[in-house]
C-alpha cells in the first residue's frame, strides 16, 4: 500500500519507519529544509545549536529498547550533567537521579537514524488533501499535486 505522511519529525519519521518495515511504500512530506521538526537545530558560523528539545528521558520500556539502539548507534548519549532545584531561595543539588539523554552530535540525530531509506520531500508544504474517485492526492502550496494512494 502506498503510505504518505506529512511530517519529518520524530513521529513522522517514527511512523514511517515502522510503516515501511511492514513493507509499506511510505513517501514522507516535509515543509522545511531538514529533519526533526522540534527536534531542530540551527547553524550559524559560529556553530550549532539545539533550538527545540534540550534532552529527552525513557520511562516507558518499548521507548527504552529503542533508546538502547540509538545509544549503540552514537545517535544519543547521557546526558551528563547535575540537576538543581530552588529550595527555600536557595540553590541546590537536586534529588532527582532521571536519567536523561541528548542527540549526538544534535537532537535530531535521533530522526536521521530512523530516517534511511524512507523517502522525503523536503520543502513540500502540503495545503490540501483531498479523497477522489481514484484515490487521495495532496497538493502543495505552491500546486503541485501528488497521488498518494490508489485506494
Same mark, same amino acid.
Given at each position: 500500500?502506498? @503510505?504518505?505522511?506529512?511530517?519529518? /519529525? &520524530?513521529? #513522522?519519521?517514527? +511512523?514511517?519507519?515502522?510503516? %515501511?518495515?511492514?513493507?509499506?511504500?511510505?513517501? @514522507?512530506?516535509?515543509?522545511?529544509? /531538514? &529533519?526533526? #521538526?522540534?527536534? +531542530?537545530?540551527?547553524?550559524? %558560523?559560529?556553530?550549532?545549536?539545539d533550538i527545540g528539545a534540550q534532552?529527552?528521558?525513557?520511562?516507558?520500556? #518499548?521507548?527504552?529498547?529503542?533508546?538502547?539502539?540509538?545509544?549503540?548507534?552514537?545517535?544519543?548519549?547521557?546526558?551528563?550533567?547535575?540537576?538543581?532545584?530552588?529550595?527555600?531561595?536557595?540553590?541546590?543539588?537536586?534529588?532527582?537521579?532521571?536519567?536523561?539523554?541528548?542527540?549526538?552530535?544534535?537532537?535530531?540525530?535521533?530522526?536521521?537514524?530512523?530516517?534511511?531509506?524512507i523517502a522525503i520531500n523536503f520543502?513540500?508544504?502540503?495545503?490540501?488533501?483531498?479523497?477522489?474517485?481514484?484515490?487521495?492526492?495532496?497538493?502543495?502550496?505552491?500546486?503541485?499535486?501528488?497521488?498518494?494512494?490508489?485506494?
Amino acid at each position: 500500500m502506498k @503510505v504518505a505522511l506529512i511530517g519529518a /519529525g &520524530l513521529s #513522522g519519521i517514527k +511512523a514511517a519507519s515502522l510503516l %515501511a518495515e511492514l513493507g509499506h511504500e511510505v513517501t @514522507v512530506f516535509e515543509k522545511s529544509r /531538514g &529533519l526533526g #521538526g522540534r527536534l +531542530a537545530n540551527r547553524r550559524e %558560523a559560529w556553530g550549532k545549536l539545539d533550538i527545540g528539545a534540550q534532552y529527552f528521558t525513557a520511562r516507558d520500556p #518499548g521507548f527504552q529498547k529503542q533508546v538502547e539502539l540509538w545509544l549503540q548507534a552514537s545517535a544519543v548519549k547521557v546526558w551528563d550533567f547535575s540537576p538543581y532545584c530552588v529550595a527555600r531561595g536557595t540553590l541546590t543539588p537536586s534529588p532527582d537521579e532521571t536519567v536523561r539523554y541528548i542527540g549526538s552530535p544534535l537532537m535530531n540525530q535521533l530522526v536521521y537514524c530512523l530516517s534511511s531509506n524512507i523517502a522525503i520531500n523536503f520543502q513540500c508544504h502540503i495545503s490540501k488533501v483531498e479523497k477522489r474517485r481514484e484515490g487521495w492526492r495532496l497538493l502543495s502550496a505552491d500546486g503541485a499535486l501528488f497521488p498518494a494512494s490508489t485506494g
